[in-house]
């Protein structure tokens, strides 16, 4: 299944997009629209990053999955923006931010994210991240600690194999990566872009477990039961940072921020604002 040229085994992290059935199981559409007058483009880092910020109060960044853009968040944005500065922004290569280059990597866009708060003057805020923005999250606490007050991190992997992944999906993946490669030499400046996008969950992220060491910042990990992520993979992401909390959430694929939106929003807003406490875990 293929749209647009981008590979089938990204939709179901591409829901900002199409429906879809799938092993994640029917996920809910999202339109993708922008607010100019709550939108900015900031020169960072060698190309223009676009962002929206709403609300105010203590800084909130939110960070979407590969594929997709800012609207991920549309169910989101309108709890949270009611007592955090919500800020926004289509990660590098995707949506409005158009990226130049012809790499991509994660360590990449988590200084980007960086980057980007430095020049909206923002010293340092809470993170929360779906999907490969939950990978951006854990590298910004790593690569930035300073600039992560607290960090929740939704449908992240460590690692682009069958342990990472579920084996059906990396399997879907090999199958798109297999059909990319009959299409090259690309020429396109879209196909390009796509190409790129792909390579990048085909081929990242791969971070050693005992690097999640260096994440000192409390930090929430999700998963859904039924996610593309391997349950035990998330526990061990869990399990290998020090301050952590723990959220396997029932009845829940990929995209948990959508389809228990309430549950999902209210759990995280209780981290970011609550002492942490070791040692608890949670189940919806």
Same mark, same amino acid.
């Given at each position: 299944?293929? *749209?647009?040229?981008?590979?089938?085994?990204?939709?179901?992290?591409?829901?900002?997009?199409?429906?879809?059935?799938?092993?994640?199981?029917?996920?809910?559409?999202?339109?993708?629209?922008?607010?100019?007058?709550?939108?900015?483009?900031?020169?960072?880092? /060698?190309?223009?990053?676009?962002?929206?910020?709403? /609300?105010?109060?203590?800084?909130?960044?939110?960070?979407?999955?590969?594929?997709?853009?800012?609207?991920?968040?549309?169910?989101?944005? #309108?709890?949270?923006?009611?007592?955090?500065?919500?800020?926004?922004?289509?990660?590098? #290569?995707?949506?409005?931010?158009?990226?130049?280059?012809?790499?991509?990597?994660?360590?990449?866009?988590?200084?980007?994210?960086?980057?980007?708060?430095?020049?909206?003057?923002?010293?340092?805020?809470? @993170?929360?991240?779906?999907s490969? /923005?939950?990978?951006?999250?854990?590298?910004?606490?790593?690569?930035?600690?300073?600039?992560?007050?607290?960090?929740?991190?939704?449908?992240?992997?460590?690692?682009?194999?069958?342990?990472?992944?579920?084996?059906?999906?990396?399997?879907?993946?090999?199958?798109?990566?297999?059909?990319? *490669?009959?299409?090259?030499?690309?020429?396109?400046?879209?196909?390009?872009? &796509?190409?790129?996008?792909?390579?990048?969950?085909?081929? *990242?992220? &791969?971070?050693p @477990?005992k690097?999640?060491?260096?994440?000192?910042?409390?930090?929430?990990?999700?998963?859904?039961?039924? &996610?593309?992520?391997?349950?035990?993979?998330?526990?061990?992401?869990?399990?290998?940072?020090?301050?952590?909390?723990l959220?396997? @959430?029932?009845n829940?694929?990929?995209?948990?921020?959508?389809?228990?939106?309430?549950?999902?929003?209210?759990?995280? &807003?209780?981290?970011?604002?609550?002492?942490?406490?070791?040692?608890?875990?949670?189940?919806?």
């Amino acid at each position: 299944m293929t *749209q647009r040229g981008v590979p089938g085994f990204l939709f179901c992290m591409l829901i900002a997009f199409v429906p879809v059935l799938s092993g994640c199981g029917r996920l809910r559409v999202l339109t993708n629209s922008y607010n100019d007058a709550a939108g900015k483009y900031y020169e960072i880092r /060698g190309f223009r990053m676009y962002a929206e910020v709403y /609300g105010r109060g203590k800084p909130l960044l939110m960070i979407h999955g590969n594929g997709g853009d800012l609207s991920a968040f549309a169910n989101n944005i #309108a709890y949270f923006s009611k007592k955090y500065k919500v800020i926004l922004a289509d990660s590098r #290569a995707h949506g409005r931010s158009a990226d130049p280059s012809d790499s991509l990597s994660f360590e990449m866009m988590a200084d980007d994210y960086s980057a980007l708060l430095t020049a909206m003057h923002v010293p340092a805020a809470y @993170v929360l991240g779906w999907s490969d /923005g939950g990978i951006i999250a854990l590298e910004m606490a790593m690569r930035h600690p300073e600039k992560v007050l607290k960090l929740a991190s939704s449908g992240a992997n460590l690692s682009a194999d069958s342990i990472g992944l579920r084996p059906d999906v990396w399997l879907d993946g090999v199958k798109d990566y297999n059909t990319w *490669q009959k299409r090259t030499p690309l020429t396109g400046e879209k196909e390009k872009n &796509d190409y790129k996008v792909f390579m990048l969950d085909y081929a *990242q992220p &791969d971070i050693p @477990v005992k690097e999640l060491g260096r994440i000192k910042c409390p930090a929430l990990i999700i998963g859904g039961d039924n &996610d593309l992520i391997p349950v035990a993979h998330t526990r061990q992401i869990a399990g290998s940072i020090s301050k952590s909390e723990l959220w396997i @959430v029932p009845n829940s694929g990929h995209a948990t921020l959508m389809d228990h939106s309430r549950s999902f929003n209210k759990r995280v &807003d209780e981290f970011f604002h609550k002492p942490f406490k070791p040692h608890r875990r949670h189940r919806l």
